[in-house]
C-alpha cells in the first residue's frame, strides 16, 4: 500500500505582515511533530541576522541550479530570485506537511505541480506593516511607501486560503497558525 502524499502549505502575504515570524514561532511550537518539515527558502541576497532565514546564493550559482532542474519551485520578486529546494517533494512523498514561505506569483504554479497544496494568506493592518518594514530597516521610508501603496497579488482564482491576520500579539499569530496547520495536516 502506498504511503499517502504530504501537503505543501504556501504561506503568502505581503511583505511586513510576519509571515518569517509566525513559522519559526511555529517550527518551535511544533518541534517535537514529525510531520512537519519548514523549508527554508534558496534566496539571491546575503544572509544577515535582521533579514529572513533563508540560504543564499549568488545569481549565477542560482541561474545554474535551476537550469540544472535543482530546485522545486523558483520566482522572482523584489528584484531578487527564490527557490524551493527539491528535498521538499522527498518530504512529501514521506507524507509530511512541508510549511513554505512564498510569493503569491508561484502559487498557481505549485498548485498544478503538487497535488496537496493549501494556501495560508497572512494579513496585518497598514500600520502594524509600516511600522515592521522601518524596524526591518532594508528599505528607505519612500522605498516602504512604494511597497505598501503596491497592490499585492491576489491569490488564484479557485483557491480558498486560510487567513490569519497577524496585527496583535505575536502570540495569538502563532497560535493560530500552528491551529491552521494542524487542521491541515489532519486533512491528509
Known sequence: MARPL???VLVVGPSGVGKDTLIAGARHALGNDKRFVFVRRLVTRPT????EDHDSLDAETFRQMEA???FALSWDAHNLRYALPLSLDTDLALGKTVVANVSRHVV???LDKYPSCAVVLISAEISCRAERLTRRGRESADQITARLARESAPVPSG???VIIDNSGLLAIGV???VMALRTI????
Not at 48 to 51: A, F, G, N, R, T
Not at 185 to 188: S, V
Open 68 to 70: 540544472a532542474g535543482r
Open 159 to 161: 483557491v480558498t486560503p
Open 175 to 177: 497560535t493560530a497558525f
Open 108 to 110: 498557481s504554479e505549485a
Open 48 to 51: 544577515s541576522i535582521e533579514s
Open 6 to 8: 504530504g501537503s505543501l
Open 185 to 188: 495536516a489532519a486533512q491528509e
